[in-house]
Every structure is written in structure tokens, then in C-alpha cells.
């Protein structure tokens, strides 16, 4: 029988600090089991880049400009053959938590040995998700974890105070499509009416991720 070598993982790597950014391209020039497509420092950079080039996994700063992280990843999960990505982030911020619920495939420490960087880049290639510091249990009691981007997206709406007829103005839905999707968002946050949607909205994280959107756009 013939062993068939694997073929290298191709990977991108984007951070805000470029010592960072050029410590961890020489780690992966260094193993053969990656090929480095390229690096960014920017958000904007990155999305350019695997939108046209194919990459199978990309590592990231959470705070990466002008985007952000949870926005880049919001942005990836709309296309099909975006890569997965590795959030590279201080193990005492929310990075791990958010980058979970934002569609990370992995989460890993800034302060941890190289290593753990390069083998969960391996898991996640294969199909793994990989977050350490969280357990998972705890997360998938958040409500907000349960919410589909058009629910989000409606939660925030609402929270403005607008109408049904507004909201479907807004949305650019059916009334009719409003009320089906306040159904679902009431049963997900175990809520009854609007005013008890708003209240949760605003005791959320949802509120400082709006902020954070606003000010890169700024």
C-alpha cells in the first residue's frame, strides 16, 4: 500500500500587531504541514484575500481593524466556501465566549506556547472545534447563542421601539413575516412581550456589538 502524505494546510494569518503577525508567519513557513497563503493587518485585508484566494483556515486577531472580529466572522458566515477560522486573542478578555457565538471554529491564547497555536489549527482543518477556556454547556444556556442572524437583526430593530408596520419597513418583510419572526425570538429569550425583549436586549452584549459596528464605520 502506497501512504499518501497529506497535502499542507493552506492558512492566512491577520493581526493588528505586526511583531505578532510576523512571529507567527515564521512559525508556519517553518512547518511543513501549512502552506501561508498570505497576511493582513487589517479586517479589510483578510476579506479580500480569501474571498479570492481559497484558504482553509484563517487566524485572527479579535480586535482586528477596522471590522473587528465578530463582524469579519458575521460577514464569512454568509459565504459557503470561506475558511474557518481561529480566533488568537488574551486569554482573560471575551474573546473566547464571543468568538464561539460568533462562528469561530477555534479559540487560542495569546499567552500559550506556539504549539497549541499550530495543532489547533490542524484540529479545526480537520473538522474540530477547538475553545479550550469555555465550556460549551454554559454558552448554549445564552439565549442569545440560539439566535439566527435575522433574529439579531430583528431584536436590534426592535429595541428602537418600532412598530410592526415599522419593522417591516426596516426589514423589508411582510407584516406578516415580522410577527412570525417576533414569535420565534419571544419562545428563543423566554420572553412574553416586546417590553421584556427590549429589557433583554439591552442587559445583553448585542448593544456593545451595534456600538462597536457603528464606530468602524465611522
Known sequence: MVNEIAPPISIMLADS???????????????KRFSLIATSGTAEGFLGTVMRVPVQVGVIDWNLPVLGGARLLEVLREHEKAPRLVVY??????????????????FVARNGPVEGLLD???AVAAGQMVFPF????????DPIHSLSRRER?????????????????????SINTVK?????????????NRAQAIA????????????SREQAEE
Open 17 to 31: 500587531n505586526p511583531l505578532v503577525l510576523s512571529a507567527m508567519s515564521a512559525y508556519f513557513e517553518r512547518d
Open 89 to 106: 486573542a488574551d486569554e482573560n478578555s471575551d474573546a473566547h465566549r464571543g468568538a464561539m457565538a460568533a462562528g469561530a471554529a477555534g
Open 120 to 122: 489547533t489549527c490542524i
Open 134 to 141: 469555555l465550556d460549551v454547556r454554559d454558552l448554549q444556556k
Open 153 to 173: 437583526i430583528m431584536l436590534e430593530a426592535l429595541s428602537k421601539g418600532l412598530t410592526n408596520r415599522e419593522l417591516s419597513k426596516e426589514l423589508d418583510i
Open 180 to 192: 412570525f419572526h417576533l414569535s420565534n425570538l419571544f419562545e428563543k429569550l423566554s420572553v412574553r
Open 200 to 211: 433583554f436586549y439591552y442587559s445583553s452584549r448585542l448593544p456593545g456589538e451595534r456600538a
